[in-house]
């Protein structure tokens, strides 16, 4: 099972700022990680939040819940949360971070990512394919463990 989490305005999918992120919605997204789990044989689950406490509270959550990776689009968290940084690095699933605008020729605060760090790997600019390399990763790298 792979956990699909999206952070603070991804729930604005469709309507915030098309020319970066597109015309296809939070719920299209979502969908699609569905049906490209179930092309991998893994089940997805998706969730969306804006609020910070949230995402640490899945992530921290997320192994008793029978999860075996994560795939997380902090948003604009990532460039300066570091009690989800704690987070990802105080558990033990692998975790993906995905962008799906390429955060590096935006503006120059979106170059530092705090969470990258502790994660497998960084997808960003890809839009939503982004997700699907991902769960590609994540399924790879648990099939061979």
């Known amino acids: 099972m ?19 992120y597109g015309s296809d919605t939070l719920e299209d997204l979502e969908s699609m990680c569905e049906s490209w789990g179930a092309d991998l044989g893994v089940t997805v689950t998706c969730r969306q939040s804006s609020h910070e406490g949230n995402l640490i509270d899945w992530i921290h959550e ?33 975790v993906v971070e995905v962008h799906i605008s390429n955060v590096d020729a935006r503006e120059s605060w979106r170059h530092v990512s705090v969470t990258a760090g502790v994660c497998k790997g960084k997808i960003s600019g890809l839009g939503f394919t982004g997700y699907k390399l ?5 399924t790879d790298l648990l099939s061979a463990s």
């Open 134 to 138: 991902a769960m590609e990763y994540l």
């Open 2 to 20: 792979i956990l699909v989490l999206n952070g603070p305005n991804l729930n604005l999918l469709g309507t915030r700022e098309p020319s970066v």
């Open 62 to 94: 997320a192994k008793s819940a029978g999860f075996k990776g994560i795939v997380i689009n902090p948003g604009a968290l990532t460039h300066y949360s570091y009690a989800l940084r704690d987070a990802i690095a105080g558990q033990s699933l692998p």
